[in-house]
């Protein structure tokens, strides 16, 4: 139970998302479908919003046709194949003096040419797959998924509209954990570390009589406030329901 302690002792403290993150598109276009609404609950790596994507649909079909294509390498290779066969009959009948030399340089000459051929085939062939891999991540980047588990606080595009990458389309709060923003006296200062455990009441609806929920010091400004002769500090408060909601005011015993 909870040790009494004098009104100096608590301070007034404020409760705020541990982050805000206002999300925009990787690429501009028009909205298709937005998936969420403001006060929906995500998990990392929900889909939030798609964009059209039925021209870049057109070009990874046409990537991929590219890219899985063995009309040209195939018929090069099969040519390679006949001519290494005549190759080798041609270099016997030349050691046998049966035909010329000339005739077996120039059989050489139109192998090496089959096989710079199809080398650049090869290569025309890998930068295909290359291409399609990506088209296939700008098709990816036409889905705006969450980065983190959270709260959507603002919807602010719906489909039909354009999205660009120069504004945000939704903001998500994340209240697991909490944040605890308090000030305390400079006269404190060197008393409270870093790992500390506090206790915390939050001023809402149904928290007389309650128990007190325990944060953690996750941060001490070097910097204090010379008007106020104080200096901020931030709790790390557990949130794993997120039954406790941001915004609210608490009182906190440093």
């Known amino acids: 139970m909870t040790t009494p302690v004098s009104s100096e002792e608590v301070r007034s403290c404020v409760i705020v998302p541990s982050a805000v993150v206002d999300l925009s598109v990787a690429q501009p276009g028009v909205v298709r479908h937005v998936h969420v609404g403001r006060g929906d609950t995500v998990s990392s790596g929900d889909v939030l919003v798609e964009l059209d994507d039925s021209a870049i649909a057109v070009e990874i079909a046409v990537a991929e046709r590219r890219a899985t294509d063995e009309t ?138 309650s128990e007190p929920l325990t944060a953690t010091v996750e941060v001490i400004d070097r910097v204090s406030d010379a008007a106020s002769s104080t200096f901020g500090v931030r709790l790390r408060l557990p949130n794993p329901d997120r039954v406790l909601p941001a915004g609210v005011r608490c009182r906190v015993n440093i």
């Open 72 to 209: 040209q390498l195939s018929g090069v290779a099969q040519r390679v194949e006949v001519l290494e066969a005549q190759l080798g009959r041609m270099r016997d009948l030349t050691e046998r003096a049966l035909v010329r030399q000339n005739d077996l340089d120039r059989l050489e000459d139109q192998l090496l040419a089959l096989y710079q051929e199809r080398d650049r085939l090869i290569a025309v062939k890998d930068l295909a797959a290359l291409d399609l891999e990506r088209v296939k991540a700008q098709l990816a980047q036409r889905i705006l998924r969450a980065p983190t588990d959270g709260v959507v606080t603002a919807r602010i595009v719906d489909p039909g509209e354009y999205a660009s990458e120069q504004r945000p389309v939704l903001t998500i709060a994340t209240l697991d954990p909490l944040h605890v923003e308090v000030f305390v006296p400079l006269s404190l200062r060197g008393r409270v570390a870093v790992g500390d455990t506090v206790d915390v009441l939050p001023d809402v609806g149904g928290t007389e009589g």
